[in-house]
């Protein structure tokens, strides 16, 4: 099939087991689960699920599996659930994303922990997803969508989040630290379109920058707001892999968008929440664990080699000059 037979929204297949994993799974009564991260731990593949419970507050708990798709060992007990000492969690924690940092020889997880001031990006390390550490609040409400690249820039780390103004668009931004602690240089990344575009208005991270040969790629959901409300959908992004604050390209269309009936009906309908990816290359294969409607986890497959084919053909991206980072 050649490029220009293949249109962005054909590049990710369902899975026919699909949905994966639905609350009659759990160890525990509980409302939903939805917007794993996803990560390849030794020989399973483990998902950080968000688990809602039947007062509507969330909590993280683990899912593997040696396929990544079909026979999930559950916990028994949630990794991450609210912890009085943490006062920013007293509402839940919710959509996590993990990154392994082999300089600490851990797994990062950034989650939002949701504070009675809103909602925040937190971050808790562990190195087996069975004990975690947690590092606490990194970013002040309103801000989410969050996650860690892998590694250092010029001794630098570097966490691409999605903050919300009180007026304008929600963009993307990417912001830099020394210590994983204290954040600043907080700048722009990427922009929501604006007028009928599908991601106009408010944009955020999926799940967390691949890096390729191409650069780093990154997904992300962008909600378009409809009269009978928003509609999450998938695009896909190219950032510079020396810089990662340089986008490339940017997709034109949507990837993937809500078309099944339990991505259509749900506690919040019409949603494809993507929190985490598995990469196989030697099987050319790229597997996306994301959120439906809200409250159940769905899985969807790509060959990888034809996501950076349609990637080299996407429209280059019209980057901002040095300094413009958003403030005015």
Request: proline residues 8%; charged residues 20%; aromatic residues 10%.
């Amino acid at each position: 099939m050649t490029v220009s037979e293949l249109s962005g929204r054909h590049l990710f297949v369902r899975h026919p087991f699909n949905p994966i994993i639905t609350a009659d799974d759990l160890p525990y009564p509980a409302n939903t689960v939805f917007n794993p991260g996803a990560a390849r731990v030794g020989d399973e593949t483990v998902l950080l699920m968000r688990v809602e419970d039947l007062r509507g507050i969330s909590c993280l708990h683990v899912a593997r599996s040696a396929d990544g798709v079909s026979n999930w060992h559950l916990d028994e007990k949630p990794l991450l659930a609210p912890d009085p000492a943490h006062a920013e969690e007293v509402w839940g924690c919710e959509d996590p994303r993990l990154v392994y940092l082999p300089e600490l020889e851990e797994w990062a997880i950034t989650y939002t922990a949701y504070s009675n001031r809103g909602p925040l990006v937190s971050l808790a390390m562990t190195k087996d997803f069975r004990e975690v550490r947690r590092l606490g609040r990194v970013m002040p409400p309103d801000d989410k969508d969050a996650a860690l690249f892998p590694h250092r820039f010029d001794g630098r780390w570097i966490m691409i989040h999605r903050p919300a103004p009180l007026l304008g668009p929600a963009n993307i931004w990417i912001s830099y630290s020394p210590d994983l602690r204290h954040w600043g240089d907080h700048t722009v990344l990427l922009e929501a379109r604006e007028g009928a575009w599908w991601d106009a208005g408010k944009i955020g991270l999926g799940p967390p920058p691949l890096a390729t040969a191409a650069g780093w790629l990154m997904m992300y959901h962008g909600a378009h707001a409809t009269a009978s409300g928003p509609i999450y959908r998938v695009g896909l992004a190219l950032l510079d892999l020396e810089h990662p604050e340089i986008v490339l390209r940017r997709s034109a269309e949507w990837v993937m968008g809500p078309i099944t009936n339990y991505e259509s009906v749900g506690d919040v309908d019409k949603v494809i929440f993507p929190n985490g990816w598995v990469l196989d290359e030697a099987a050319d294969r790229l597997a996306v664990y994301y959120g439906a409607g809200d409250s159940v986890i769905g899985l969807a497959v790509a060959r990888f080699s034809e996501v950076m084919e349609y990637m080299a053909h996407a429209a280059l991206h019209h980057h901002r000059r040095a300094g413009d980072d958003g403030w005015g």
